[in-house]
């Protein structure tokens, strides 16, 4: 009997050997599933990281070129608003030139018609004086217009 409890008791250390190498196990195991999951769970961290830094260069990027697109169109107005200013202006120059040759011409005419007057004044007023005369005293009125 006592071959069978020595080989109880070495059956029963045998058994309580194999049960902590077997919670070791467990335990080891745990713990590698658990620096696994963190493993992971770095590197969906990483990759999330890297995903979330790779989309915020590229909104900047795309915000970069439309603020250059509403520059360039900006720009674009602001050429195009300046040249038909530029000849509107050009326009209103041509406008005041032809205003200032048509009175200077105006001017000159009048001046003309001023001297060919003063010109033709003394003769005219010899006549008009005769005219005005002859009409006050016509058949049976004096040269003051009164009846006779």
Sequence with gaps: MSSLVDTLEHAGSLLLSG????YVFLK???RQRGRMAD?????ILEKA????ETLLRESRLAASQEALKTREQFEQAEVARRSEQLELERRLAERESLINSQLQRIVESEQTLSQ?????????SARETRSCLSSR???GRSWNGSRI
């Excluded at 990281?49 to 979330?52: A, G, I, P």
């Excluded at 060919?116 to 005219?124: E, F, S």
């Design 19 to 22: 049960a902590v190498a077997c």
């Design 28 to 30: 080891w195991r745990e």
């Design 39 to 43: 493993s992971r769970a770095r590197e």
């Design 49 to 52: 990281k890297q995903e979330s």
């Design 116 to 124: 060919q007057k003063d010109t033709l004044d003394p003769r005219n």
């Design 137 to 139: 005293t016509g058949p």
